[in-house]
């Protein structure tokens, strides 16, 4: 042993040194991944064309279509290997005319209030609903309540959202229970309507929309939601009049089903073609803002990726895959499609396996690192990385939660990541008219571009 | 030895749980400082009152000094131990009228051009100037043109921030020498004025201030700041018509100096009163603003490091002083009249030394961590910490600089620690009009004052 250990010192050194090689050059390509980003910010201009030009685009309508259409020439015009629509079946929701909501009450005196519907709610129909209301915070308080003093009421769902969760995913987990789900349990107890305050920590007067679940089994009944400010207007009125009345006219309709797409592009890998990385956000937006940061954010870094290989000029082993996923929002249409495909690939001949499945819908806001979803061994491999990614305010890499659009690729193993960014902001924006361009910051959008290349570049070359 | 390993067994265990305990109660202590912070945005709306009410608050003027009786009043209002004023000699330098620059070329047309004049620059006098413009990027290029095609002329600085460092003080540092000294070095080559691209990663029409520095031995001209879209207008002017001239008028003037002062207040210490661990920011800001990121921000949120402290019901075992220091902008005589008061205190009976000095002015963005000029020992200390730091999102804790308000306190052997902020978005609004409140996230603002509240705390009950 003791002659070998001159060897063996060389060898050890001289892979030390391939190593600490390997690092620097990694070091190297991901600075230059930030550089790019930073230099040319392409997704921001990209951006602001989906949203000022063509705005939201509700699964159904015609402005997804437009956006779909945007989507594949975008992507074509960048010269992948490939580019392909997936077909996906959407139900078709509208809003219909502005919505309605007045105060009517011989003590406190009218008030209009700034509501919108729910997604999925049916319309009041064109004489309204004039009713009174009553005030609860959790469905346990309409079960004490109980029917005798529900039925023929509009049920008032009027619990905030706790500021005091840092990541304030957490804010909006522990509040949107009512949203989703507050018709469907009012309508039990016989409710006529319920008014939802909005899922948000900001004070302000946007209504929140946001997708709502009714029940086969009870009636389906209109689902609003009002802004913060006017659902402290509405419990206030109602302290100084209980038996206020509350008028409320929608004119919401559900159209029969259509085809829509999601939007797929493809650098295949030079040595691995059939094993993908895969990385996508939604194109679908709620209707009344751009989809700003929901989730138009997402579709254009997770486009910039592939532009930032390409000027990079990296090739990657694996093939890289951009998913523009349709129907987010209404009923996941696109995920189920995408995830449907991705179980016959891994079935065909050759077999094409996920190697990762990368999300980017928590906003464009400032990147702070990734959430993993997958087995401890991955993501400690994924943490390994840490001392790359934290020069770029990626710090925070754990386990944790994914993303809608590809929670569905679970079941066949596949490791889901998603990015995550400063949530300080985002709820202040999530599905209201206020989701504009403008509430968007160029380099926190091109830092998030940045972010999910460089871990694309660092599965490509290591794997997991 | 082996009799004794139970009850060295023991002791270990006494001591391992003991340790556990001090740690959960610290991180039960961190989560109350936030929970109270994001509960009740007292600093956001002090900000409110100080940015929309008083507003622009150059030192020597008007509005500084109801700010400082602002800050007196507030503070009292807090029932600390002690507030005192402390004595600032000033200067006084006035912007004028709404300041001029106008293109005016027969090639080209006229064209107005939005800037603003620098800080302590003279004004043009009643008849304006109207010179050729030669443009540079650099002091090198001055030198290399030389007095024979600068003398008679107006200097364009127009190199651009570099937008690729992630932390954007370091595009900032490498941009803001043309304006500090872009005219005393033109002066030297005979320039007539000298107008500066703003230093500012934003690409918009906002003309940012900030200080300008005359030599004795050179001419003082008049010096003002572009937009960043009008340097890119009147740089490709200038391709196109070499010979423009540019009118420019403003009406700078510089008054006696006067008496201002900082606002000190103090929780005393139960245990060791005269250790002192300072905090604060700086209350007066360009003119031209709110001055709501730079500085309100730091003022509010170490204003309200006291509150949080009060509404804890937590006896500080070390003094705790805020510091609301006068003039940062101008000449830093706050920050020099308060070390020299931290130089007479450690020198009387009893001596009153520092155990740090905190700084909060990199605006009121989400709080990212701990930047510490002090010897490796005390970094690894506040690191130590980092576990129970880290779930706030202050990732970030190392060895840096630290703030313009307390550097002076170095000499003195003071730990110097900043609060680091996410930079992105500071350099858009940084001494420009659009330094607004609405600029400002409550929650944003909030964690950055729980932050500062759990270090104070970790500093008071561990000591550095």
Same mark, same amino acid.
């Given at each position: 042993?003791?002659?070998?250990?001159?060897?063996?010192?060389?060898?050890?050194?001289?892979l030390l040194t391939c190593q600490l090689n390997a690092q620097n050059t990694d070091s190297l390509i991901l600075r230059r991944f930030f550089?790019?980003?930073?230099?040319?910010?392409?997704?921001?201009?990209?951006?602001?064309?989906?949203?000022?030009?063509?705005?939201?685009?509700?699964?159904?309508?015609?402005?997804?279509?437009?956006?779909?259409?945007?989507? @594949?020439?975008?992507?074509?015009?960048?010269?992948?290997?490939?580019?392909?629509?997936?077909?996906?079946?959407?139900?078709?929701?509208?809003?219909?005319?502005?919505?309605?909501?007045?105060?009517?009450?011989?003590?406190?005196?009218?008030? @209009?209030?700034?509501?919108?519907?729910?997604?999925?709610?049916?319309?009041?129909?064109?004489?309204? *609903?004039?009713?009174?209301?009553? @005030?609860?915070?959790?469905?346990?308080?309409?079960?004490?309540?109980?029917?005798?003093?529900?039925?023929?009421?509009?049920?008032?769902?009027?619990?905030?959202?706790?500021?005091?969760?840092?990541?304030?995913? @957490?804010?909006?987990?522990?509040?949107?229970?009512?949203?989703?789900?507050?018709?469907?349990?009012?309508?039990?107890?016989?409710?006529?309507?319920?008014?939802?305050?909005?899922?948000?920590?900001?004070?302000?007067?946007?209504?929140?929309?946001?997708?709502?679940?009714?029940?086969?089994?009870?009636?389906?009944?209109?689902?609003?939601?009002?802004?913060?400010?006017?659902?402290?207007?509405?419990?206030?009125?109602?302290?100084?009049?209980?038996?206020?009345?509350?008028?409320?006219?929608?004119?919401?309709?559900?159209?029969?089903?259509?085809?829509?797409?999601?939007?797929?592009?493809? *650098?295949?890998?030079?040595?691995?073609?059939?094993?993908?990385?895969?990385?996508?956000?939604?194109?679908?937006?709620?209707?009344?803002?751009?989809?700003?940061?929901?989730?138009?954010?997402?579709?254009?870094?997770?486009?910039?990726?592939?532009?930032?290989?390409? %000027?990079?000029?990296?090739?990657?082993?694996?093939?890289?895959?951009?998913?523009?996923?349709?129907?987010?929002?209404? %009923?996941?249409?696109?995920?189920?499609?995408?995830?449907?495909?991705?179980?016959?690939?891994?079935?065909?001949?050759?077999?094409?396996?996920?190697?990762?499945?990368?999300?980017?819908?928590?906003?464009?806001?400032?990147?702070?690192?990734?959430?993993?979803?997958?087995?401890?061994?991955?993501?400690?491999?994924?943490?390994?990385?840490?001392?790359?990614?934290?020069?770029?305010?990626?710090?925070?890499?754990?386990?944790?939660?994914?993303?809608?659009?590809?929670?569905? &690729?679970?079941?066949?193993?596949?490791?889901?990541?998603?990015?995550?960014?400063?949530?300080?902001?985002?709820?202040?924006?999530?599905?209201?008219?206020s989701d504009t361009f403008d509430k968007v910051h160029p380099r926190e959008l091109q830092l998030g571009s940045a972010a999910i290349a460089?871990?694309?570049?660092?599965?490509?070359?290591?794997? &997991?």
């Amino acid at each position: 042993m003791l002659k070998r250990a001159p060897y063996a010192f060389f060898v050890y050194i001289l892979l030390l040194t391939c190593q600490l090689n390997a690092q620097n050059t990694d070091s190297l390509i991901l600075r230059r991944f930030f550089t790019e980003a930073l230099s040319n910010p392409v997704a921001y201009h990209n951006l602001n064309f989906l949203c000022t030009h063509i705005g939201g685009r509700l699964c159904g309508s015609n402005k997804a279509e437009e956006a779909v259409n945007w989507a @594949e020439k975008l992507l074509m015009s960048m010269n992948p290997d490939t580019v392909y629509l997936q077909p996906v079946m959407v139900e078709h929701w509208e809003r219909g005319f502005k919505e309605t909501a007045r105060i009517t009450s011989s003590k406190t005196g009218l008030q @209009e209030l700034s509501v919108c519907a729910l997604g999925s709610s049916v319309g009041t129909g064109p004489q309204g *609903i004039n009713a009174e209301v009553v @005030e609860v915070h959790n469905f346990l308080e309409l079960q004490d309540l109980g029917r005798k003093n529900i039925e023929g009421k509009i049920v008032f769902f009027n619990r905030a959202a706790d500021p005091t969760p840092i990541y304030t995913f @957490e804010a909006y987990g522990g509040a949107v229970d009512q949203r989703a789900f507050g018709a469907m349990q009012a309508a039990r107890y016989g409710a006529t309507a319920v008014i939802v305050r909005s899922a948000t920590l900001a004070h302000d007067n946007y209504p929140h929309t946001g997708i709502q679940h009714y029940a086969d089994s009870v009636k389906a009944i209109p689902a609003l939601s009002v802004s913060t400010n006017d659902a402290d207007t509405l419990s206030s009125r109602l302290k100084k009049d209980p038996n206020l009345k509350l008028f409320i006219l929608t004119s919401c309709a559900t159209h029969p089903e259509s085809v829509s797409h999601n939007v797929i592009a493809e *650098i295949k890998g030079t040595e691995h073609p059939n094993e993908v990385i895969a990385f996508g956000g939604h194109i679908d937006s709620w209707d009344i803002g751009q989809g700003a940061h929901d989730d138009g954010a997402g579709v254009v870094q997770t486009i910039e990726v592939l532009r930032l290989f390409k %000027a990079l000029g990296i090739k990657p082993r694996h093939t890289l895959r951009v998913i523009v996923f349709m129907d987010e929002e209404y %009923a996941q249409r696109g995920a189920k499609a995408y995830a449907e495909s991705a179980k016959q690939e891994s079935n065909s001949i050759p077999a094409i396996h996920h190697l990762a499945a990368i999300e980017s819908d928590r906003g464009g806001f400032t990147p702070q690192g990734f959430s993993i979803d997958a087995p401890d061994s991955i993501v400690k491999i994924i943490h390994s990385w840490q001392p790359l990614l934290q020069p770029y305010g990626l710090w925070s890499i754990a386990k944790g939660g994914s993303g809608v659009d590809i929670r569905d &690729l679970k079941p066949q193993g596949v490791p889901l990541i998603a990015l995550v960014s400063d949530s300080q902001r985002y709820f202040d924006y999530q599905h209201a008219a206020s989701d504009t361009f403008d509430k968007v910051h160029p380099r926190e959008l091109q830092l998030g571009s940045a972010a999910i290349a460089a871990l694309v570049f660092l599965i490509d070359k290591y794997g &997991l």
